[in-house]
C-alpha cells in the first residue's frame, strides 16, 4: 500500500527511484552542454555499441552453466546509453538548448569561420561555464520529463526521439529563437541560396555578419538523390547487422559513433543512424513474413531510404532558416516509428519494431 503510494502517476515509478532518475538528468544534460551536443551523442554511440556487445555476449554464452542470466549485460544500452548518462532526449537535448542559449548570450563566443548562426553549433563544448551548464541540466530534465510521460501513456512512436524534437523546439521559444524562421528560397525545401553562397541581409541593409540566407543541416548531405542512396546503404546494413546480431540498436550505434569523425573535422562524413536504426526495424517487421533473407535486406534498405529523406524533408522545413538545431534525425526517427506504431495498433503489421506497445 505504501509502495503504491510513493508512485508517481503516469510513470508508474516510486518516487526514490524517480528522484534519482531526476538528479541524474539534470547532470546528464549538464554533462552535454558540457561536452556539446554532437560529442555527447557520439558517446551516446560508444556506450550503446557496449551495451550491444554484452548483451549478444550474454545471449551466446546463455546456455553455459557457468554463466547465469543477467550476469554479464547490465542494461547498459537502456539505463546508460538511452537513460541519463548519454541519452539523446537529456545529453544531447542538454547540448541543444545550451547551444541555443549561448547563441545569443555569448554571440562573441562563436569560433571563426562558422557561417551559420552560432546557436547551430552543436560541435561546441561549453567545458565549465555555469550558467550554460544550468541551461543543460534544465533541458535535461525537461526531456526526461517528456519522454517519461509520452512512455507512461504509451504514445506510439520512438519518445526518446520525439523529445529530441520537442525540447529543441522549446529551446527556440525559451529563447527568442523562430520557429520555422524566414524562407529565402522560392519555397520552404528550396535550398538554392545556399547553393549560390547568398548572405543574410541585416535590418539595416548591410550584411548580417556573412550568415547564410539558407543554411542547410549539413552541407554535403542534402541533395534528394545522395540522401536516397546513403539511407539505401545505411538501411541494408542496419538490417544485416540485426540478421546476424539480433541487435536492432547496434547499426544505430555504430553510425553514432561514425561521428567521431565529423566532429574532428573530417569532411563529407554522414549521418546516418537514423537511417541504420529504420532498417534494422525494417527486417524486424519484413522478417515474419517474408522468410527471405534478401528480400528482407531489400525491405530494410527501403526503409533506410525512406528515413533519410524524411530527415532531409525535416531539415528543409525545421532547420534550414532558424538560427538553433532542430535535430533532422530524431524527426526522422520519431516520424516513421509513429506510423509503424500506428499500422501495428490497426493491425496492419505483425510487429512494431522496438517499440513496447
Excluded at 553455459?64 to 539505463?79: C, F, P
Excluded at 533519410?308 to 516509428?337: C, K, N, W
Aim: no cysteine.
Amino acid at each position: 500500500m505504501i509502495g503504491t503510494l510513493l508512485q508517481v502517476p503516469i510513470v508508474g515509478m516510486e518516487l526514490e527511484a524517480f528522484v534519482v532518475l531526476l538528479i541524474a538528468a539534470l547532470a546528464g544534460g549538464a554533462f552535454g552542454a558540457a561536452l556539446g551536443a554532437l560529442p555527447a551523442f557520439v558517446f551516446t554511440g560508444f556506450v550503446v555499441f557496449l551495451g550491444e556487445g554484452l548483451a549478444i555476449l550474454e545471449g551466446e554464452l546463455g546456455g553455459l552453466d557457468a554463466v547465469a542470466a543477467g550476469d554479464i549485460a547490465t542494461g547498459i544500452t537502456g539505463t546508460i546509453g538511452f537513460g541519463a548518462v548519454t541519452g539523446p532526449h537529456i545529453a544531447f537535448a542538454g547540448g541543444v538548448a545550451a547551444t541555443a542559449y549561448a547563441g545569443k548570450r555569448y554571440p562573441e563566443m562563436e569560433p571563426a569561420g562558422w557561417d551559420y548562426h552560432f546557436g547551430k553549433n552543436i560541435l561546441y563544448a561549453f567545458g565549465t561555464k555555469p550558467d550554460i551548464l544550468a541551461v543543460g541540466a534544465i533541458f535535461g530534465v525537461v526531456g526526461l520529463l517528456i519522454t517519461q510521460v509520452l512512455d507512461g501513456v504509451g504514445f506510439p512512436t520512438d519518445n526518446i526521439a520525439l523529445s529530441v524534437v520537442a525540447t529543441a523546439f522549446l529551446a527556440r521559444l525559451a529563447f527568442g529563437y523562430p520557429l520555422i524562421g524566414k524562407v529565402r528560397g522560392a519555397n520552404i525545401l528550396d535550398m538554392t541560396p545556399f547553393e549560390r553562397e547568398e548572405t543574410r541581409v541585416a535590418a539595416d541593409g548591410g550584411d548580417a555578419g556573412g550568415r547564410l540566407a539558407t543554411e542547410p543541416w549539413l552541407p554535403h548531405q542534402y541533395e534528394w538523390s545522395g540522401v536516397a542512396a546513403v539511407g539505401l546503404v545505411g538501411g541494408i546494413l542496419g538490417g544485416f547487422i540485426w540478421l546476424q546480431t539480433g541487435s536492432i540498436f547496434l547499426g544505430y550505434a555504430i553510425s553514432a559513433m561514425s561521428l567521431l569523425f565529423l566532429n574532428l573535422g573530417v569532411e563529407k562524413i554522414p549521418v546516418t543512424h537514423h537511417m541504420t536504426l529504420l532498417g534494422a526495424v525494417g527486417a524486424v517487421i519484413a522478417a515474419p513474413t517474408i522468410g527471405s533473407d534478401p528480400v528482407v535486406l531489400l525491405v530494410a534498405g527501403a526503409f533506410g531510404a525512406v528515413s533519410g529523406l524524411l530527415g532531409e524533408i525535416s531539415q528543409r522545413v525545421f532547420y534550414s532558416h532558424s538560427g538553433t538545431h532542430v535535430d533532422p534525425p530524431a524527426m526522422a526517427i520519431a516520424e516513421f516509428m509513429f506510423v509503424l506504431g500506428v499500422l501495428y495498433l490497426v493491425g496492419l503489421l505483425p510487429n512494431a519494431g522496438y517499440l513496447a506497445l
